[in-house]
């Protein structure tokens, strides 16, 4: 089932509350239903705290079970190549009986916060899959800002955004339009990022260490971009100190902004949190656990202190209303100051952050 058990808890007791965790995040699921030699993972939406427990998520087709389930999930990992498919109420309905005995299941799972795993007699799942290879050449997008120290200059901070997006929906809206434009999903990260270049570019003084800025390809599909790059970097890894990440800068409201990963970028995330005032904004606290959702993650695999900025999910996110007039410029020019702000405290010192492995 997706989430984790009493996810309505107003206080944090096995988990974290309302506060999602890494435990209810579906990659986390598949990584480690394969580690304990599951050959397949079907998902539910947990029927418990949900009436409706169609599947959800991407609207394209991708990997289908009976029930129309939608779609298979690809995360960017090693050793977790097993299909994962969302199934719907018939396929819950043929394994368990009805929906109701699944949401029994639940419910004594949720109270006695054990395991309730068990073989469900004569039920066999078979799962067939098709799989149609394509390449497609995709290139990431890099400038470089050479720093001004003899020996700093080696070192560097890296500030990123994804420019892809997920093309076509199966289902138009009411005004018969399909093409999901993702305006903040992430043109906003994106001009953000060439928003702090221009601004370093245009400094009279350089910074003590390089900056590189990227634009990553295919983090829809699975953080592609960003992961060749820690794979096949133009400059040693080892030399990279610490990553900024742009990802969705611009919607809710004027003044709010999300910091993704702090409780595992302590120092980076003290001082991203004590200059967040400087560029007119306040933090929110994200309810949920994103950190393996966007291109900062590669780079925290590799160990390089890597930190998530973003504004926010809304109901335009994946879908085709996510359209440039709904973007609020104010709050993506705030967001790429503090971007700014605390790339170049970064970039002009010899300061080096800690990470705290997950």
């Known amino acids: 089932m997706k989430q984790e058990p009493r996810k309505n808890d107003t206080i944090a007791t096995f988990f974290e509350g309302k506060k999602e965790t890494q435990y209810s995040g ?25 009436v409706a427990i169609t599947a959800q998520g991407y609207l394209w087709n991708s990997l289908y079970m009976k029930g129309q389930g939608n779609p298979s999930y690809n995360i960017c990992e090693e050793n977790a190549n097993i299909p994962a498919v969302q199934v719907n109420r018939d396929v819950i309905n043929e394994i368990f009986g009805s929906v109701d005995s699944l949401r029994t299941l639940q419910r004594k799972i949720d109270e006695s916060m054990h395991p309730g795993s068990f073989v469900v007699p004569g039920i066999e799942i078979d799962l067939s899959v098709s799989v149609g290879k394509k390449e497609f050449p995709s ?36 005004l018969n339009d399909s093409i999901m434009n993702g305006a903040d999903d992430n043109a906003s990260g994106t001009a953000a990022v060439m928003a702090v270049a221009k601004a370093f570019a245009a400094s009279d003084k350089k910074p003590a260490r390089s900056v590189l800025f990227m634009l990553f390809t295919a983090e829809e599909r699975g953080l592609i971009g960003s992961d060749y790059y820690t794979k096949n970097p133009l ?80 109901n335009d996110y994946h879908g085709v209303g996510d359209n440039p007039d709904k973007i609020n410029h104010v709050k993506v020019q705030k967001i790429a100051q503090l971007a700014y702000k605390v790339a170049w405290q970064i970039a002009d010192s010899n300061n080096y952050y800690t990470i705290i492995e997950h």
């Open 139 to 174: 290139s990431n997008v890099i400038g470089w800002l050479e720093g001004s120290d003899p020996v700093l200059k080696d070192e560097f901070i890296v500030i990123g955004a994804h420019y892809d997006h997920i093309g076509v929906s199966p289902i138009p809206n009411h």
């Open 235 to 314: 400059f040693p890894l080892e030399k990279t100190v610490a990553m900024i990440n742009m990802d969705m800068v611009g919607r809710n409201g004027n003044d709010t902004v999300y910091v993704i990963g702090q409780q595992y970028n302590p120092d980076l995330a003290a001082l991203v949190n004590a200059t967040i005032p400087e560029a007119g904004l306040k933090k929110e606290e994200m309810m949920m656990d994103l950190y393996r959702s966007s291109d900062y993650y590669p780079f925290y695999k590799k160990g390089i202190s890597a930190i998530g900025l973003t504004s926010g999910l809304h």
């Open 26 to 50: 579906i990659p986390y699921k598949i990584r480690n239903a394969a580690k304990h030699g599951a050959t397949g993972l079907l998902l539910v939406t947990d029927p418990l705290h949900n």
